[in-house]
């Protein structure tokens, strides 16, 4: 069965300053999508960014980007210039497409911003 | 934003008792489910369905039992409710394109006591 694995369950970055979540997660097969989704504390899920297994090319959407290493199975979500408005849980999600159709989620990781 | 909703958004229950929540979705998609979400634990996936009538199980479907009877509703029935049952309920529909993401409700706060 596919997992998710995020590793650190809480991080901290200064305002302004880069951090890296990390996730990787288990499949044999070779196509599929990643994402990240951001819960900030009214509960809402975000998404905030989503990578096609097939292509090489990192996914970006303005300060944040992925590493996206599918021989290692990893896909890490990179923050930069960070707001205290980027604090919120940060979960990352796994999508094959053959056979069902389910999106497994990883546990979390709760980010803090500090001022 | 995709219109789905949630409700009840808040609800307290009596253990043993049954508890239905609904999903509505306006987009017409094919793809539902529903998540619940504990500390540690992150989105765990109880039942989605893929079509009318046509449902599966997730990975903590024990005790919860789902139905689609139309395209736009799916719901969620805890048949007996029990205090392990407290949680953060989630409803989410996938959209047209393959690998699309997923699009949330606003979640339900269950509290079993």
């Known amino acids: 069965a596919q997992t998710v694995t995020q590793s650190q369950p809480e991080m901290s970055v200064q305002e302004a300053e880069t951090v890296t979540l990390s996730c990787t997660y288990d499949?044999?097969?070779?196509?599929?999508?990643l994402f990240w989704y951001k819960q900030p504390p009214s509960r809402q899920m975000i998404l905030v960014i989503r990578?096609?297994?097939?292509?090489?090319q990192n996914a970006t959407e303005n300060r944040f980007s992925v590493n996206f290493q599918k021989a290692a199975k990893s896909f890490s979500l990179k923050i930069s210039d960070s707001q205290l408005g980027d604090a919120a849980m940060y979960f990352c999600?796994?999508?094959?497409?053959?056979?069902?159709?389910?999106?497994?989620f990883g546990t979390g990781t709760r980010l803090k911003v500090l001022a | 934003d995709a219109g789905i909703t949630q409700s009840p958004r808040h609800k307290v229950t009596e253990t043993g008792t049954p508890v239905t929540l609904r999903c509505h979705q306006t987009?017409?998609?094919?793809?539902m489910y529903w998540y619940r979400q504990d500390p540690g634990h992150g989105l765990r996936l109880i039942h989605y369905?893929?079509?009318?009538?046509?449902?599966d199980k997730g990975e903590v479907s024990d005790g919860y039992s789902v139905s689609r009877s139309k395209t736009e509703d799916f719901l969620l029935t805890l048949e007996s409710a029990t205090s392990s049952q407290t949680s953060v309920y989630f409803c989410?529909?996938?959209?047209?394109?393959?690998?699309?993401?997923?699009?949330f409700g606003n979640g339900t706060r269950l509290t079993v006591t």
């Open positions: 499949t044999s097969e070779s196509d599929y999508y």
């Open positions: 987009e017409n998609h094919r793809y």
């Open positions: 989410a529909i996938s959209g047209r394109e393959e690998g699309s993401p997923l699009h």
């Open positions: 990578q096609e297994a097939y292509k090489q």
């Open positions: 999600a796994y999508l094959c497409t053959s056979g069902t159709y389910k999106y497994i």
């Open positions: 369905s893929y079509g009318v009538k046509d449902t």
